[in-house]
DNA sequence: AAGACGGGGGT
DNA sequence: ACCCCAGTCTT
């Protein structure tokens, strides 16, 4: 195939492939998200930030929750940061909760609470990256922005058939470029809300629902069984077993606990006295053991063991610690797998 | 360019 | 077990 009649059954396709996902979009998309057609910069950055990286299934209580108790960005900008890592709380990726705050407060502050309707300044937001810049700029302000998320990765690959993955940043400018090329520009909004919802619920990464596809006729994936191959996956990095030895250690006026702040998993959320090794740290030999488990993170495996004490019981340095009436627990952000011991025992 | 960063749900 | 989710930031 020459140069020429290869652009143009490149364009043939680019043709077709926008012609039928606008024609799905009207005809058979029915999926509603309480985000989908506003036009709130506030709500829809909201939502952005929630979702990354998170299903919709998980995100849109939190998202409900949010916009509901912080209508305006003046409001979460004014909240208390540990009320709002409690807002957070199971979310996930906690530095996301961090930026959130951080760029609410500088819209707040340098921007009088008007959301910047540009997309460099949008991109210049902290916690905002390309996604959800063009995310925003479309959705909220109609600008032409193509958004290049899992969903559109994946439908881009299997169609068009690029068969190369997208960690190197040489690749997802590919990919960027094929989307920003495809788009709608009078309608970027629909054109982007169109090719995500497709992904999500008709090219899902697994079991494709191909023979209803209204692209199936030109899919390169479908005609050259490449389906579950693309898009390529990036190499899966090995699992950390780290483990963790929490002690919970009762006062008078209630337990100890500690904030976490070094750079590391669950950085602002609190924890008990924790000793990380492999073996049952001997000094607790007093100590009574309640509960183990084991929480998976994408890339650590955390075996917790859970004990208590009573503070006269052991000499320990505590002065980093806050001692926290056993009641008032509920207002402090705790990982998932501390929240569950603490449901597990009655605690909260 | 490669890692770090959560938690959950589907198969 | 493995996949991967409306990704971004740091090193």
């Not at 996301?96 to 407060?105: E, F, G, S």
């Not at 899902?204 to 069984?225: E, F, R, V």
């Not at 390529?232 to 950390?240: E, G, M, R, T």
């Amino acid at each position: 195939m020459n140069k020429r009649t290869e652009g143009n059954t490149q364009y043939v396709n680019n043709q077709f492939f926008t012609k039928e996902l606008t024609a799905w979009n009207k005809r058979s998309n029915k999926r509603k998200m309480p985000w989908k057609g506003i036009d709130n910069p506030y709500f829809i950055w909201l939502s952005e930030i929630i979702l990354q990286q998170t299903r919709v299934e998980q995100g849109t209580a939190y998202y409900n929750k949010f916009i509901t108790k912080y209508p305006f960005i003046e409001d979460l900008a004014a909240a208390d940061d540990e009320v709002v890592f409690k807002d957070w709380e199971g979310l996930g990726y906690y530095n996301r909760c961090r930026n959130m705050l951080a760029t609410a407060r500088r819209i707040a502050d340098e921007f009088g609470g008007v959301f910047p309707n540009d997309y460099d300044t949008i991109l210049s937001l902290k916690g905002v990256g390309p996604y959800t810049a063009a995310a925003i700029a479309s959705f909220a302000f109609g600008l032409p922005y193509a958004v290049v998320d899992g969903n559109v990765i994946r439908v881009l690959s299997r169609f068009f058939g690029i068969e190369v993955g997208f960690e190197k940043a040489k690749d997802k400018k590919h990919y960027e470029a094929k989307a920003q090329d495809l788009l709608d520009k009078k309608k970027p909004a629909a054109f982007n809300q169109a090719i995500m919802d497709f992904g999500a619920k008709l090219c899902m990464p697994q079991n494709p629902l191909c023979n209803t596809c209204p692209l199936s006729k030109k899919c390169y994936a479908l005609k050259n069984d490449r389906i579950a191959e693309l898009p390529l996956k990036k190499k899966k990095l090995a699992i950390k077993n780290r483990y963790f030895h929490y002690l919970i250690i009762h006062a008078k006026k209630g337990i100890y606990i500690k904030k976490r702040e070094e750079k590391d998993i669950w950085q602002g959320l609190y924890e008990f006295y924790l000793q990380e090794q492999k073996a049952t740290p001997k000094l607790w030999s007093s100590a009574k053991k309640l509960d183990s488990e084991i929480q998976l993170l994408s890339h650590q495996k955390i075996h917790s063991t859970f004990y208590e004490i009573r503070a006269n019981d052991i000499e320990l340095d505590m002065s980093s610690y806050h001692l926290v009436n056993v009641k008032d627990l509920k207002n402090y952000a705790f990982p998932r797998s501390l929240v569950s011991f603490l449901e597990r025992f009655d605690y909260i």
